[in-house]
């Protein structure tokens, strides 16, 4: 028979291994969950980034469009236009992410409650392919955004194909916002540069400046063959006030993109004012749109 003192010190020890093991798994838990990143983003391009990357996402920005499955439950932090500071920093995120075209709007009232956006330049496709490269890399998504960039790049092949040898159509970009308004998007913008790769040639140009303010004289003088208009914010709204624009100004009846019935109406989610995941099927269509079969020019 076994000496119950030595029973006992077996007993003991056992206990005490289970006891650390069980200690050290709620630790490594513990220590692994707080390793998780906890990821703000303000805009539905962001939303759809880290959808294609498997990010985990603590908030999402208040929207109109249909958030994948696995972020419709979570916190609504606002509008892009106008995040709430106060329900982001509730959340205590690790990262939070906006757009460079916002950081003049609202990037004071993050600092001033010690938040430090990170903001994604999203202003063309290959500045969306780059955010991809370094998103992946940071969360160690290397090859989910390699993945999507192929697609990308696949994109860009194809429209370069449909435009060759073929002459570049003249262009004009509009944007409208509701209350009756409306910009020239320039090559610098997003949709100006799905109309660059589409092999198009934008009537208005800038070396910095995303938008400008319409001139009807220059636009006449441009003669554009085709118009690309952006139905940005309120899509109902702009579709209508677009409409009404050109019944009311003479001037786009003497375009060769109305005598022509060349005029397409860009709406949500496959186009925005920013580069997004959409970027393969927005890419075709002004493809399409631009080389049209039977249309030489």
């Known amino acids: ?23 050290g798994f709620a630790w490594h838990q513990h220590q692994r969950r707080a390793a998780q990143p906890r990821i703000v983003a303000t805009t539905y391009a962001i939303v759809q980034i880290a959808d294609k990357l498997n990010l985990p996402l603590v908030g999402v920005p208040t929207t109109a469009n249909t958030l ?22 509730a959340l205590k995120p690790t990262a939070v992410y906006s757009v460079t075209t916002l950081n ?22 290959a500045h969306l392919q780059t955010t991809l490269t370094q998103l992946g890399k940071r969360y160690d ?12 790049n696949l994109a860009k092949r194809h429209a370069k194909n449909r435009a ?14 509701p209350g009756a308004s409306y ?32 001139n009807d004289e220059a636009i006449q003088k441009a003669n554009p063959q085709v118009i690309l208009r952006l139905e940005h914010a309120m899509p109902k709204m702009v579709t209508q006030q677009f409409k009404q624009e050109f019944k009311r100004n003479a001037m786009w009846a003497k375009t060769s993109a109305v005598k022509h019935h060349r005029v397409y109406d ?11 995941m959409r970027v393969v099927t927005a890419l ?6 631009l080389y049209p079969k039977g249309v030489t020019a």
Do not use: C
């Open 68 to 89: 994948p499955q696995r972020y419709q439950h979570l916190t609504k932090v606002g509008s892009p236009m106008n995040p709430s500071v106060e329900k982001i920093t």
């Open 284 to 289: 075709d269509q002004v493809s399409q749109w």
């Open 266 to 276: 860009l709406q949500e989610p496959i186009f925005d004012a920013t580069a997004n």
């Open 183 to 214: 910009m020239v998007a320039t090559n610098r913008a997003y949709v100006g540069d799905l109309v660059r790769l589409a092999g198009g040639r934008n009537v208005f140009t800038s070396s910095s400046q995303e938008y400008q303010q319409p």
């Open 1 to 23: 028979m076994k000496n119950p003192r030595t029973i006992g010190l077996v007993t003991l020890a056992v206990i005490l291994i289970v006891g650390v093991a069980g200690g």
């Open 164 to 177: 060759q040898g073929r002459t570049r159509p003249r262009v004009l970009v509009l944007m409208g916002l």
């Open 104 to 125: 003049d709007q609202f990037g004071k009232a993050f600092k001033a409650q010690h938040v430090m956006p990170h903001f994604l330049d999203l202003t063309s496709v």
């Open 141 to 152: 998504r290397q090859s989910a955004a390699t993945k999507q960039n192929a697609r990308i």
